[in-house]
């Protein structure tokens, strides 16, 4: 079942009922100023940290479940309702939610009156806009009041959400009932009198009837709801100011209309900061001073100029979108790869996974191998930003070479509640700067001072920074020669030194078995793979005797992996505490696990002759994959699921099984799996595992998916689950970035090298036709694909009309385009 469709020309998805399965989401801002929107207007609103800038408050694991966010109601003559349907839930005779890039437009009619909002953030501009539509469908004249709303947080989200013997208490407002502009506007200055130099300010371009501040005053009591909320019902504003209490933010405005007469307004919520020796525009320090905020109202006045705001945004991701398309028959493929990959791509960069539906913005910042894998994705549309990004990654590593696992946006400093000792980490940073030095060639990026846990004195060049990531996991090997694992690797539900029996303990940072040898085969895979790239970059630098020793250290990793990590079957995933396998065919349970066999065949161990070869490991345990692993949903990440707790490997056997760790379809390892058939040169196999878990390709099953049909999502219930099929944490997800890896670089095979443009497409017969175009270091690349699909077969190549060997055609001059034709 659906609940919408694609409008691939508009770039939009288009929602066409109020009740889909789970609230889908929007993301509106691209740089510091960020919205989360739901369909029906929910979700919230910050500046540059979910946690110490939250403006505007949304309550989680609610009753409804998009409850809060930013409303509008009408009173059109006594009948009051919504056009986002929520929060007043009245039938309306016309529905729509568009989400668009980085903006989205809910219509809603009733009764002859339609509203139509178009939500976004302009670019370079710390606020989101609400432009408002509203037009009198009927043949007689119509007097209707709107009432806006949004409720706001106390900047700190964490405390805004406990700490309320205090909080109950501090709230404060002004209100400005014309500004210089024409309009009126509130102002959330809580805390702003004692330790803050921000503000918050809440205008409409129109002059207000009323307005008001104070929430219970508003929805007219303690018990009252959004739904029932008394001051829409009245038709008129209470003018209530808040003190302390609940502060919120509200106007009302009077609008006659003539039979198809339409009104434009415009609402603004914006963030404005002032110097501290210019917080004030009195001397008693008793009036902000509202400058920077009349500027921000001034700006967008006119529904003219948000209008033209919008269509700046709009060209702005035509331009972005550009970086790397394809055209083919296959329309879902195109929207994906074209459209909402890379669009969720850029969400992940600017949100890493602090900030959804399924993460509050408290508990999580910026992760150290969560962004080092997002930034795969995000490097060809603003490589300017990726490199700020890698800077910032590698400031919080330590002298040794391992890393705080997370930091604070806002501050850019390490996050001690998680802490370090996920031994995966270091690993990452090789990962994220050898896909920035392929996308740019910007070796200038190695010679960057950077410091050690952003302490300063500490700044070595970058290039020191990867020294210690490859030493540290060199450093740090059991008795099998592979790579320890510490609190965890990739998987941080893997938690092989914790032994948990304390309801409550943190399974991530309880380490009760320190001095253990347990080990990862992962990592040991991840190391050959990204200790080639260091070895790689070593070399490029003139470091020929350190390339060598790299290579050397691979190749023996190599060996161990395919010495002491191979079942039989398949790969292991790790030796436990005491040295026991993990993922061996041995045990009943957890026999066979998704990572080592997807990454170990990414990073080149045990691939034999071709895709009929097998007898070479690497074809074994994709074959096993495919047998074991699969599903129609999707890859499952181990199999069989845990059905009791196993203290020894922690908290992957507390989920039930089927579900997250403990065999579910976890969409971020899926790709792995999907390049490594690509390596064998099995695309048609590839292709397939693709489309399962893909969201265009699982629109029509809408109902069973419940998430939004044009997102990735981190995690599908498996094939052992209750309610197999079901997604959960859309948005937020390294899939993202993984997938556009998988589709644009192996599947489709157009991706950057260091020194030249790699054509590699391995895709199987079901696309038997394809055209990529590419633009790299200032020229562009035009690659048109004939595609017979047979298994093992290789492209050859004919480059502006000559035939040349291999797969890698050299980069050519800025402003140059490459036409090249590709035949399998």
């Given at each position: ?9 508009a ?9 889909t ?21 929910g ?8 946690r ?12 409804p ?9 009408v ?6 309702w919504?056009p986002?349907w ?38 370079g ?14 043949d ?26 205090r ?11 014309s ?8 102002y ?9 130099n ?46 302390g ?8 405005v ?17 963030y404005l900061?002032?110097?501290?020796d210019?917080k004030?525009?009195?001397d ?14 001034a700006?967008?006045?006119?529904a003219?100029?948000?209008d033209?705001a ?24 195109d ?15 600017n ?13 999580r ?17 603003v ?5 700020e ?7 919080t ?25 996920f031994?995966d ?10 896909a920035y ?17 952003n302490?300063?004195g ?71 793979l990204?200790?080639g ?5 070593a ?15 691979v ?29 061996t ?5 957890g026999?066979?696990?998704i ?16 895709p ?10 994709l074959?096993a ?7 129609p ?24 099984p ?5 065999g ?11 390049i ?22 699982r ?8 998430l ?22 859309s ?30 497409p391995?895709?199987g ?36 009309g ?8 050299p ?9 090249i034709?590709?035949?399998?």
């Open positions: 079942m659906q609940y919408g469709h694609f409008d691939d020309a770039r939009e998805y288009v929602i066409t009922t109020p009740r399965p789970y609230p889908w989401i929007n993301y509106l801002g691209s740089q510091d100023f960020f919205s989360l929107l739901s369909h029906l207007g979700g919230y609103s910050f500046y540059r940290d979910a110490m800038r939250r403006l505007t408050r949304y309550r989680y694991n609610n009753v479940t998009d409850t809060g966010g930013r409303y509008l109601y009173n059109d003559g006594g009948d009051v919504s986002t929520l929060p007043v839930q009245a039938d309306l005779d016309f529905y729509e939610a568009r989400h668009g890039m980085g903006y989205s437009v809910i219509t809603g009619a009733r009764g002859g009156v339609e509203v139509s909002t178009t939500y976004f953030v302009p670019l501009v710390n606020a989101e806009l609400q432009r408002v539509r509203v037009t009198n469908l009927g007689t004249a119509r007097s209707i009041t709107l009432f806006s709303f949004v409720e706001f947080a106390l900047w700190n989200a964490y405390d805004d959400q406990t700490n309320y013997q909080n109950l208490s501090i709230g404060e407002v002004e209100i400005e009932p500004t210089p502009c024409g309009g009126s506007a509130i959330h200055r809580t805390e702003y009198r004692e330790r803050r921000h503000y918050a300010v809440f205008g409409v371009n129109l002059p207000a009837a009323g307005f008001d501040t104070d929430r219970e005053t508003f929805l007219g009591g303690p018990w009252a709801g959004f739904a029932d909320a008394a001051v829409p019902r009245s038709g008129r504003s209470a003018d209530s100011v808040a003190s209490w609940y502060p919120i933010g509200s106007h009302s009077d609008l006659d209309l003539a039979p198809g007469e339409a009104r434009d307004l415009v609402l603004v919520l914006g900061e002032n110097p501290q210019a004030w525009a009195d008693a320090h008793q009036v902000v001073n509202k400058t920077g905020a009349h500027d921000l109202l700006r967008f006045a006119t003219d100029a948000a033209a919008l269509a700046e945004l709009k060209d702005h991701w035509t331009e972005l979108l550009s970086t790397y398309t394809v055209t083919s028959p296959d329309e879902k493929l929207r994906m790869v074209n459209i909402w990959n890379q669009y969720q791509c850029m969400v992940t960069f949100m890493s996974r602090s900030a959804s539906y399924f993460e509050t913005g408290i508990g910042g910026m992760g150290f191998r969560d962004s080092n894998q997002d930034l795969l994705g995000f490097v060809h549309l490589p300017e930003r990726a490199r990004r890698i800077i910032d990654i590698a400031s590593q330590f002298p040794d070479g391992s890393a705080y696992h997370q930091y604070q946006p806002l501050t850019k400093r390490g996050n001690n509640d998680i802490g370090s000792g031994n980490d270091p690993l990452w940073l090789v990962a994220g700067v050898a030095l392929k996308e740019t060639g910007d070796d200038s990026i190695l010679d960057e001072p950077v410091p050690f846990d302490e300063p500490s700044e070595v060049p970058l290039w020191e920074h990867l020294v210690r990531s490859f030493g540290f996991v060199r450093a740090h090997l059991g008795p099998h020669g592979l790579p320890l694992i510490g609190r965890a690797d990739w998987n941080d539900c893997l938690n092989l030194n914790c032994f948990s029996a304390e309801p409550g303990e943190p399974f991530q940072t309880t380490e009760n078995k320190a001095g253990g040898s347990a080990e990862s085969v992962f990592i040991a895979a991840q190391f050959v990204y200790g790239e260091y070895a790689a970059i070399r490029r630098r003139g470091l020929a005797e350190v390339a060598d020793a790299a290579e050397a250290d190749a023996a990793m190599r060996a161990a992996v395919l010495d002491h990590g191979w079942d039989g079957e398949w790969f292991l995933r790790a030796y436990d505490y005491f040295g026991n396998p993990v993922g065919g041995a045990d009943t349970e026999r066979i696990w990572e080592p066999q997807g990454f170990a065949v990414m990073a080149g161990v045990g691939v034999g002759a071709g009929d070869d097998t007898s070479a490991p690497a074809v074994r345990a074959d994959v495919g047998d074991l692993l699969g599903s949903h999707g890859l499952v990440l181990q199999y069989p699921a845990y059905t009791t707790y196993r203290i020894e490997l922690g908290e992957v056997s507390t989920y039930p089927g579900y997250k760790e403990n579910g379809v976890f969409c971020h390892n899926n790709p792995w799996v999907i490594a058939e690509t390596v064998v040169g099995r695309g048609e196999r590839a292709f397939d595992y693709y489309r399962r878990i893909t969201p265009a390709y629109e029509e099953i809408s109902d069973v998916h419940r939004e049909p044009y997102v990735y999502a981190q995690m599908i219930a498996g094939k052992q689950a209750v309610r197999a099929g079901e997604a959960k944490n948005w937020l997800t390294g899939t993202a970035a993984w997938n556009f890896v998988a589709v644009s670089q192996y599947l489709l095979g157009v991706r950057p090298d260091y020194d030249g443009l790699v054509v590699d391995q895709l017969p079901a696309v038997p036709s394809f055209t990529v175009t590419r633009k790299l270091r200032g020229a562009t690349y035009v690659v048109t694909v004939t595609n017979s699909g047979a298994p093992g077969s290789r492209a050859s190549l004919v480059v502006d000559s035939p040349v060997g291999g797969n890698l055609v980069y050519a001059p800025a402003g140059s385009v490459v036409r034709e590709a035949t399998l």
